[in-house]
């Protein structure tokens, strides 16, 4: 007998899909109205393939493997995206100028109230257009998300935030400085390397734990996670940008300081809903950090994903762009009061139990 087996699941009795059930039209109708929303605004819907040669190229995203079998039975590997973010971007080297993909994304790992092996991931791109703008769509997208659901608030177990306020905007060195009393960009040279030394020096006189065998990027992280982010998006929702260019694998550097980049995360009620970039589209770099990036993983996890050659010779094709993925599901969890992600899903993945 398998050490794993699948837990018998209940979402298909009459019963339990009639609790579920008003989540799920609520589901619809913000769906139908972010598609209009993107059809006023001349964006193209496009439709990515599942299957890639590679799922992504982050240290801590996990991806499910499968193979081709070919006619002389040979297997190729290939893997369920994490995102369409490769296939967008060779459709905006192909010419596309702007486009949005309601995606069916993968993630190994990773199951919770706000995490489900298969989700949708929403993306949409903007050629020739900054990441600035992607923060006024994130605004607009929260206040009819909420309109469709007939909510005055998003909402998300006791928390709330009026979605009809523009989202704060806050730098993550200014996030680190409020919520830890860290200065984070003196932990950050000129040239955007890191120092460890400088910021377990700053984490222990904060009073934050501090392993003897932490990289500069996991200590980076327990701060975000432990003291940040608990107190983004209450009241209003929080547009978290400019992080450290080391925290960046696949955005350019911001042009007025090269240790920070152009990413934004935007929160509502402590959940993270999106993550955006000025797109990197020099080639070179990005081969250099998707290395660094499966260093990384070789180390922690034993494992690495191959590079997905054909996106990068399309990178260096690719026009200046910028680029946004939002949790769809965690969207309509708030929008509709929602306390966990499976209430909002048509039909959720079963789960393993030993």
Same mark, same amino acid.
């Given at each position: 007998?398998?050490?794993?087996?699948?837990?018998?699941?209940?979402?298909?009795?009459?019963?339990?899909?009639?609790?579920?059930?008003?989540?799920?039209?609520?589901?619809?109708?913000?769906?139908?109205?972010?598609?209009?929303?993107?059809?006023?605004?001349?964006?193209?819907?496009?439709?990515?393939?599942?299957?890639?040669? +590679?799922?992504?190229?982050? @240290?801590?995203?996990? &991806?499910?493997? =499968? !193979?081709?079998?070919?006619? $002389?039975?040979?297997? %190729?590997?290939?893997?369920?995206?994490?995102?369409?973010?490769?296939?967008?971007?060779?459709?905006?080297?192909?010419?596309?100028?702007?486009?949005?993909?309601?995606?069916?994304?993968?993630?190994?790992?990773?199951?919770?109230?706000?995490?489900?092996?298969?989700?949708?991931?929403?993306?949409?791109?903007?050629?020739?257009?900054?990441?600035?703008?992607?923060?006024?769509?994130?605004?607009?997208?929260?206040?009819?998300?909420?309109?469709?659901?007939?909510?005055?608030?998003?909402?998300?177990?006791?928390?709330?935030?009026?979605?009809?306020?523009?989202?704060?905007?806050?730098?993550?060195?200014?996030?680190?400085?409020?919520?830890?009393?860290?200065?984070?960009?003196?932990?950050?040279?000129?040239?955007? +390397?890191?120092?460890?030394? @400088?910021?377990?020096? &700053?984490?222990? =006189? !904060?009073?934050?734990?501090? $392993?003897?065998?932490? %990289?500069?990027?996991?200590?980076?992280?327990?701060?975000?996670?432990?003291?940040?982010?608990?107190?983004?998006?209450?009241?209003?929702?929080?547009?978290?940008?400019?992080?450290?260019?080391?925290?960046?694998?696949?955005?350019?550097?911001?042009?007025?300081?090269?240790?920070?980049?152009?990413?934004?995360?935007?929160?509502?009620?402590?959940?993270?809903?999106?993550?955006?970039?000025?797109?990197?589209?020099?080639?070179?770099?990005?081969?250099?950090?998707?290395?660094?990036?499966?260093?990384?993983?070789?180390?922690?996890?034993?494992?690495?994903?191959?590079?997905?050659?054909?996106?990068?010779?399309?990178?260096?094709?690719?026009?200046?762009?910028?680029?946004?993925?939002?949790?769809?599901?965690?969207?309509?969890?708030?929008?509709?009061?929602?306390?966990?992600?499976?209430?909002?899903?048509?039909?959720?993945? $079963?789960?393993?139990?030993?």
């Amino acid at each position: 007998m398998s050490a794993t087996s699948l837990k018998p699941s209940p979402w298909w009795t009459p019963d339990v899909h009639a609790d579920r059930r008003p989540f799920l039209m609520a589901r619809n109708r913000i769906q139908a109205a972010l598609r209009g929303w993107f059809a006023a605004r001349d964006f193209i819907e496009v439709d990515t393939a599942t299957l890639q040669v +590679s799922p992504g190229n982050e @240290a801590h995203l996990h &991806a499910f493997e =499968t !193979a081709a079998i070919g006619h $002389a039975g040979t297997k %190729t590997p290939l893997y369920l995206h994490t995102s369409p973010e490769f296939a967008c971007k060779k459709l905006l080297a192909a010419g596309e100028r702007r486009i949005a993909c309601f995606a069916h994304v993968y993630r190994n790992r990773e199951r919770g109230p706000l995490h489900h092996p298969e989700f949708t991931m929403l993306e949409w791109y903007r050629a020739g257009e900054t990441y600035d703008v992607l923060m006024a769509d994130c605004g607009e997208m929260l206040a009819l998300a909420a309109e469709v659901a007939g909510a005055s608030q998003l909402t998300y177990r006791g928390a709330t935030c009026d979605p009809a306020l523009s989202p704060e905007r806050l730098t993550v060195a200014d996030a680190f400085t409020r919520h830890a009393g860290i200065d984070l960009l003196a932990t950050i040279r000129p040239d955007g +390397s890191t120092d460890r030394a @400088a910021l377990a020096t &700053a984490m222990r =006189t !904060a009073g934050l734990r501090v $392993a003897e065998d932490d %990289t500069w990027a996991d200590l980076f992280s327990r701060v975000l996670v432990e003291k940040v982010e608990p107190g983004l998006g209450f009241g209003r929702a929080t547009i978290l940008c400019e992080y450290p260019t080391a925290e960046a694998a696949l955005a350019r550097p911001a042009p007025h300081d090269p240790r920070v980049a152009e990413r934004f995360e935007l929160y509502a009620c402590g959940v993270e809903l999106a993550n955006a970039f000025g797109e990197l589209t020099d080639a070179a770099e990005q081969r250099r950090r998707f290395e660094m990036e499966m260093a990384e993983k070789a180390r922690v996890y034993g494992e690495t994903y191959p590079l997905d050659e054909d996106f990068l010779a399309a990178l260096a094709m690719m026009p200046e762009a910028s680029g946004i993925a939002l949790g769809f599901d965690r969207l309509v969890m708030l929008a509709t009061g929602a306390s966990r992600i499976d209430q909002v899903l048509w039909a959720p993945v $079963a789960e393993t139990q030993p």
